[in-house]
Nanobody
């Protein structure tokens, strides 16, 4: 069992930045690929970014590429999402997720999920 707790969400103006954190506990963190997903009201949960166990390989949704950066610190059992140049359309609840094996953009392939943190971007 892996427990994930997100933090760092909040209200920010368009063009601003936020850094989300996801702290993991339970199993060996470095055994898991990690992903960030988001869900806006009335929409399906969508992929944002993912990172492999080592941090060497990352992937991004086209809508955030060049603005968001995923990273991890295995010594701290934490994965981060640095979000820059935020837009109102980035407003959503952001979730981190964990899976064994390679990172993936499909939410159905992740085994563990956090409770989410709200990000609101005002125009």
């Amino acid at each position: 069992q892996v427990t994930l707790v997100e933090s760092g969400g909040g209200l920010v103006q368009a063009g601003g930045s936020l850094r989300l954190s996801c702290a993991a506990s339970g199993r060996t963190f470095s055994n898991y690929a990690m992903g960030w997903f988001r869900q806006a009201p009335g929409k399906e949960r969508e992929f944002v970014a993912a990172i492999d166990w080592s941090g060497a390989n990352t992937g991004y949704a086209g809508s955030v590429k060049g603005r968001f950066t995923i990273s991890r610190d295995n010594a701290k059992n934490t994965v981060y999402l640095q979000m820059n140049s935020l837009k109102p359309e980035d407003t959503a609840v952001y979730y981190c997720a964990a899976r064994r094996g390679a990172p993936n953009s499909s939410r159905r392939l992740y085994d563990y999920w956090g409770q989410g943190t709200q990000v609101t971007v005002s125009s």
